[in-house]
């Protein structure tokens, strides 16, 4: 620890005599600074201890010494340090009276103790304090990288922990505690996540010192909610991979400060070096679902082996996102599915799922466990971009059609993966015409197929298998596209349509042979009665 006044006094070779403040002899001493100045404060910096003889000041003056020792004060003076036996035999008694009163601690020193041996004491007690500090930084170091090797994240965190006497916890790319230590720091940690997200907004590296501040219950004797907590983002990409929490119940020391910098240094290596297994393995991901695709379910598991084989042995979906260059764009020119992959990858780590995630150019396509965490933080992630982006004004109707879109296909296993994976894409597809950001494929078929027709192209092709029949009915010559209406929703029942329409049925039947005989097709064929009434219902809805 760092010089104080009480080890300068006593210090056997200094001789120093107490005569004012001894209640405050604990204070650090930053340097022992010698000044005859009447006012020295523009030249102090706070924590030295100030030596004078008083030569240019009156100390047998009350008024004086008292607006002499309160400025000393108010500048961060530690202790004043009175040389007798040069200008006064005797520490004047308004000095002393005036040091009580302020409670500043004032050290007579002997005439046989020159300033400098003070000035020496403080150099080399500071020097040691800093070399210990030093030593125990670097065996600090050694025990983390120690935990680190054989425990790996959570061992490091409890070596941690200890080295300074607090607490420390581990967050991932999402902002969601992965690791903590002691085992009570979860619960702490996770009342922290708002401000991990907002040091996650800036570039890394970044930190950051957050005050106290947690719910009135303690789970231990150590739960503190007064402490202070630095948070420190880890990585070194443009955006933080994971952050550090450092909790204690004061500001950090110098070994404890190396401590903390040699547990970023290890958990930021950790974290490039899993970004280099995390992209080997979405190489490996994107084989295994290549060989799904293809239809080779049994060269998939072999290749996958422990990797994804879980995922493969039970049902599973298939989610495939597309995002153009302007979501890119809008997102600073990072990765549009940033966070999606995000929300995924870390809602599975959290369950213990295995999640298959390959990015595809402009797509990314992800096999997720039927029902479970990854499913879910797909579902939710999308439903806040859709309110959010409701909320903004955001999407087709004002021209931002060029967002993140989202399809989920129905539960499948590997045999049907390909089918899964056209899912996705015909639910991808929906969502985009739609203007949603998220569509599952059993929405569809729960659904009705008439949204569908309002496609520019399925109108194009109402408009052109209709167009004969509407320049008939506008020469007054008959009413055949209503007719046509009419006999169609009765299901071709003469009598049934002729009454909806208020004609006779042999009028009808003479209305239906125009119609083939205009349109070139026979009304027996069900293909040609069901493409026309979906074109009756393309031309109603606009």
Known sequence: MPPTLASLVHHSALKLT????????????????????????????????????????????????????????????????????????????????????????????????????????????????????????????????????????????????????????????????????????????????????????????????????????RSGPDDRHDDRVELHSLGTGRRPRAALAVGTASALGTAERYAVHSAIALLTLTTERSRSLHAAQQR??????????????????????DLYGGLLDAPFRVIVADATPASAAADGGGDPFDGLTEAVESAAARAGEAVLVVPEGDRLVALVADGGAAAEACAQYTAALENARAAGGAGPESGDEDGLVVGLSAPAGPIAAAAAYKQAEQALSVARRRGRVFVEHEQLAAGSVLPLLADDAVKAFADGLLRALHEHDATGRGDLVASLRAWLSRHGQWDAAAADLGVHRHTLRYRMRRVEEILGRSLDDPDVRMELWLALKATSTE
């Open 284 to 305: 490996i991901g994107a084989a295994v679902l290549c060989m799904l695709l293809a239809g080779e379910p049994d060269h998939a598991r072999a290749v996958a082996g």
């Open 18 to 217: 107490v005569r004012a403040g001894e209640d405050r002899l604990d204070v650090p001493v930053r340097w022992a600074h010698v000044s005859e100045l009447a006012d020295p404060v523009p030249y102090m910096e706070g924590g030295e201890l100030l030596l004078i003889t008083a030569l240019k000041l009156d100390a047998e003056d009350p008024e004086a010494m008292r607006r002499y020792v309160r400025r000393l004060a108010k500048a961060g003076v530690v202790g004043l340090g009175f040389a007798v036996g040069v200008n006064y035999e005797d520490i004047p008694k308004a000095l002393v009276d005036a040091a009580e009163e302020e409670g500043l601690p004032l050290l007579e020193v002997p005439r046989r103790t020159p300033f400098l041996a003070i000035s020496k004491a403080v150099s080399a007690a500071i020097a040691a304090d800093q070399y210990r500090a030093v030593t125990a930084g670097f065996a600090a170091q050694r025990e983390l990288t120690k935990q680190a090797l054989t425990d790996g994240p959570q061992g490091l965190l409890r070596a941690l922990a200890a080295q300074v006497d607090g607490w420390a916890a581990l967050y991932d790319a999402s902002g969601a505690v992965v690791g903590a230590a002691p085992e009570w720091a979860g619960r702490r940690a996770g009342r922290l996540t708002a401000e991990v997200e907002r040091l996650r907004e800036r570039p890394a590296p970044a930190s950051a010192v957050v005050g106290g501040g947690g719910g009135p219950e």
